[in-house]
């Protein structure tokens, strides 16, 4: 299990290796992703509290990178944090999410993006539910649901 410790730690020291990577230009995810799957995944964008699909989602199944099919999250580990935005308290391996320390706008977080194409995620935060102590905090135009069948 992945702890707040091990957040830093990665953010500091650097991340785990991904199972493998995926790299294209700008123009190429242009051709792949919606508008608004561009602004947020590529350029690290953020949707506004409460408008995202997937906030509401409870379906069983898996939450994968929208860019490149990454499994990221297990629907088992969602939770709702009254954000306004999906979050969980695991990633579904450890090496799945890349972590970076985020010091825009006047305050210092933790970055959380797609480990195998670096896409833009949202951010990590030690106020979750135990036993982790972690609340991913995602965008819903970050990832697409695959539901269990």
């Given at each position: 299990?992945?702890?707040?410790?091990?957040?830093?730690?990665?953010?500091?020291?650097?991340?785990?290796?991904?199972?493998?990577?995926?790299?294209?230009t700008?123009?190429?995810?242009?051709?792949?992703?919606?508008?608004?799957?561009?602004?947020?995944?590529?350029?690290?964008?953020?949707?506004?509290p409460?408008?995202g699909?997937?906030?509401?989602?409870?379906?069983?199944?898996?939450?994968?990178?929208?860019?490149?099919?990454?499994?990221?999250?297990?629907?088992?580990?969602?939770?709702?944090?009254?954000?306004?935005?999906?979050?969980?308290?695991?990633?579904?391996?450890?090496?799945?999410?890349?972590?970076h320390?985020?010091?825009?706008?006047g305050?210092?977080?933790?970055?959380?993006?797609?480990?195998?194409?670096?896409?833009?995620?949202?951010?990590?935060?030690?106020?979750?539910?135990?036993?982790?102590?972690?609340?991913?905090?995602?965008?819903?135009?970050?990832?697409?649901?695959?539901?269990?069948?």
């Amino acid at each position: 299990m992945i702890t707040w410790k091990d957040v830093i730690s990665y953010s500091v020291n650097g991340n785990p290796e991904p199972d493998k990577r995926v790299e294209k230009t700008a123009t190429a995810w242009k051709e792949i992703l919606s508008p608004a799957q561009f602004k947020i995944t590529r350029n690290k964008g953020t949707e506004a509290p409460h408008s995202g699909a997937l906030c509401s989602a409870h379906d069983a199944g898996q939450y994968n990178c929208v860019c490149c099919d990454t499994p990221l999250f297990a629907s088992t580990i969602k939770f709702e944090s009254g954000t306004g935005w999906p979050s969980f308290t695991q990633p579904i391996k450890e090496n799945a999410i890349k972590y970076h320390k985020d010091s825009s706008f006047g305050m210092v977080r933790v970055e959380v993006m797609c480990n195998t194409c670096d896409a833009h995620l949202g951010h990590v935060f030690p106020d979750g539910p135990e036993p982790s102590g972690l609340r991913y905090c995602i965008n819903s135009e970050s990832m697409t649901l695959q539901i269990e069948a």
